[in-house]
């Protein structure tokens, strides 16, 4: 079975960074993009960040310039740089992964960490 599990939020003042990490773990052929999305409360959850096997790259564009997302092949693992954090940023983060396993193509979703931003 393919899982998704990610590490790296907390608590952080604004202004601060945190970095996200995601591994995946099972059997896995080939990860297409793999990505990161958040859900604030009582909000969609939304992208924030998504990469192609190939490293092309996109943003919300909340968070040009302050995040960046990148991914180790080797390790399965995706990771996101968050800096100049700001308080709007509190959510539930979420990784996701387009993968070919086991048990086919799957898109794969993380559990959750929290990231939260004090003013």
């Known amino acids: 079975q393919v899982q998704l599990v990610e590490s790296g939020g907390g608590l952080v003042q604004a202004g601060g960074s945190l970095r996200l990490s995601c591994a995946a773990s099972?059997?896995?052929?080939?990860?297409?993009?793999m990505g990161w999305y958040r859900q604030a409360p009582g909000k969609q959850r939304e992208l924030v960040a998504a990469i192609t096997n190939g490293g092309s790259a996109n943003y919300a564009d909340s968070v040009k310039g302050r995040f960046a997302i990148s991914r180790d092949g080797a390790k399965n693992t995706v990771y996101l740089q968050m800096n100049s954090l700001k308080p709007e940023d509190t959510a539930v983060y979420y990784c996701n992964a387009d993968i070919d396993g086991y048990l086919g193509y799957l898109e794969v979703w993380g559990q959750g960490t929290l990231v939260t931003v004090s003013s």
């Open positions: 099972g059997t896995i052929f080939v990860i297409d993009a």
